[in-house]
């Protein structure tokens, strides 16, 4: 009955049209009504210590240093060096899109921001050589979710918050399943631009690739910097992100020279907007987490699951298969936030690892922002790169796919993300 009354009251406030952060708070309240236990105290005592977090400190910083990134041209800068390296070979405006978007990952740790800059920039030039733009857009789209997964991923550290899973360890260990799910899209990229008419790019000199790679390092830095800085003890992830906002600030303003003092306050405004969404869901997620907690709501799920504890795989399968259909009509955060306080504790109960339970739930969600209705990353990509959505949607299905299959890969193999994250760690 408690079940029924979360799913009923959840789903029936957005079913009304009501934002989801007070979707979820009146899922609290209706619990809480349902334990006869209602008290506005508790409702904002829980509100105030959902945003009270240290590790969450980090996400309005790695925020700012997207926007400071988008706004001080340090997108073009890395797509140049792309173009460098690749731009020569078939398809090779493909290839730059996911070497772009891999080093996108590393700086903002968002996959709307990476996508929707990705896309400003790559599709007209991809259309200009004879690229297929809705084909193109679901590449980047697809790259773009790569973000998720790798470090600074804010996916991790709103996971890591809420689950009370180290986010150090979720950022180390998600690197190895980045690094695939790049490689996994460049060869889903080979085989459907092979048979293209596009452009072939003249190789560069070595003094032009020279110079590429000159303009881009000191932007190429900052993802090493972060990680080195965190593994190597020297900081924790939200040092790190402060310090790398004041490294993205001295880029634009000393060493690119491409941002005015002027134009400071319309990104801190930005930054502010986005982070005052993410920080009020978190903190509307905490209501209903604390009375998920109280209403045994995963004690009931683990008796429904309680036929397949004694088997991880078929365990971890059904999971993900909840999570799947719940990311066709869920944002990311959102999922995270409801999910985490439900599965946390049945994973520890089965005995699996919870950095890799992360990692591999964090990427399942990732694929849910390429997915219809909601796909916020699919929507993302249809404005910036200027197509229509039921072409995108064709063109994304091959990389779905491929996602997928790599999804299903880690599920089966765990060595694939626990073995890299001991070496690492």
């Known amino acids: 009955?408690?079940?029924?009354?979360?799913?009923?009251?959840?789903?029936?406030?957005?079913?009304?049209?009501?934002?989801?952060?007070?979707?979820?708070?009146?899922?609290?309240?209706?619990?809480?009504?349902?334990?006869?236990?209602?008290?506005?105290?508790?409702?904002?005592?829980?509100?105030?210590?959902?945003?009270?977090?240290?590790?969450?400190?980090?996400?309005?910083?790695?925020?700012?240093?997207?926007?400071?990134?988008?706004?001080?041209?340090?997108?073009?800068?890395?797509?140049?060096?792309?173009?460098?390296?690749?731009?020569?070979?078939?398809?090779?405006?493909?290839?730059?899109?996911?070497?772009?978007?891999?080093?996108?990952?590393?700086?903002?740790?968002?996959?709307?921001?990476?996508?929707?800059?990705?896309?400003?920039?790559?599709?007209?030039?991809?259309?200009?050589?004879?690229?297929?733009?809705?084909?193109?857009?679901?590449?980047?789209?697809?790259?773009?979710?790569?973000?998720?997964?790798?470090?600074?991923?804010?996916?991790?550290?709103?996971?890591?918050?809420?689950?009370n899973v180290s986010v150090v360890k979720l950022f180390i260990a998600g690197i190895f399943p980045g690094i695939l799910l790049c490689c996994s899209l460049a060869g889903a990229w080979w085989y459907i631009s092979r048979k293209q008419q596009v452009v072939v790019f003249p190789k560069k000199t070595k003094a032009e690739v020279w110079q590429a790679t000159r303009e881009a390092s000191w932007a190429l830095f900052l993802p090493i910097l972060i990680m080195v800085g965190i593994k190597g003890g020297v900081v924790t992830p939200t040092e790190a992100a402060v310090g790398a906002v004041f490294y993205t600030l001295f880029l634009c303003l000393v060493i690119y020279r491409s941002v005015k003092l002027s134009q400071i306050p319309h990104i801190l405004m930005a930054a502010a907007k986005t982070t005052s969404v993410i920080m009020f869901l978190i903190a509307a997620a905490m209501v209903s987490a604390w009375l998920i907690a109280i209403a045994n709501i995963p004690g009931e799920v683990t008796e429904w699951l309680e036929p397949l504890m004694g088997n991880r795989l078929l365990l971890l399968i059904a999971i993900n298969v909840l999570v799947f259909v719940v990311g066709t009509a869920m944002d990311l955060t959102p999922t995270v936030l409801i999910l985490t306080p439900v599965l946390m504790p049945i994973v520890l109960k089965a005995g699996i690892d919870p950095v890799y339970f992360g990692v591999i739930f964090i990427l399942n969600n990732a694929i849910g922002l390429l997915t219809p209705p909601v796909g916020t990353v699919l929507n993302a990509a249809c404005g910036a790169g200027k197509v229509k959505m039921d072409e995108l949607m064709v063109q994304v299905v091959p990389y779905l796919l491929i996602e997928s299959g790599l999804l299903l890969l880690l599920i089966l193999f765990p060595e694939l993300v626990l073995v890299p994250l001991k070496w690492m760690s």
């Open 1 to 163: 009955m408690t079940v029924a009354v979360f799913m009923f009251s959840l789903c029936g406030a957005m079913m009304l049209g009501m934002p989801i952060a007070f979707a979820l708070i009146a899922c609290g309240i209706a619990l809480m009504f349902h334990l006869d236990m209602y008290d506005v105290r508790i409702l904002a005592q829980n509100l105030i210590i959902g945003a009270d977090s240290f590790a969450l400190m980090a996400v309005p910083f790695f925020l700012l240093v997207g926007e400071l990134m988008n706004a001080g041209g340090i997108s073009k800068r890395i797509i140049n060096f792309g173009m460098a390296l690749v731009g020569h070979i078939r398809g090779g405006l493909g290839y730059v899109a996911i070497i772009a978007a891999f080093i996108f990952a590393g700086l903002s740790g968002s996959a709307v921001a990476d996508t929707a800059a990705l896309c400003a920039i790559m599709i007209p030039m991809m259309g200009e050589a004879g690229y297929n733009k809705a084909g193109c857009a679901a590449l980047i789209g697809s790259g773009g979710i790569v973000a998720m997964i790798l470090p600074p991923s804010i996916a991790f550290i709103v996971f890591g918050a809420i689950g």
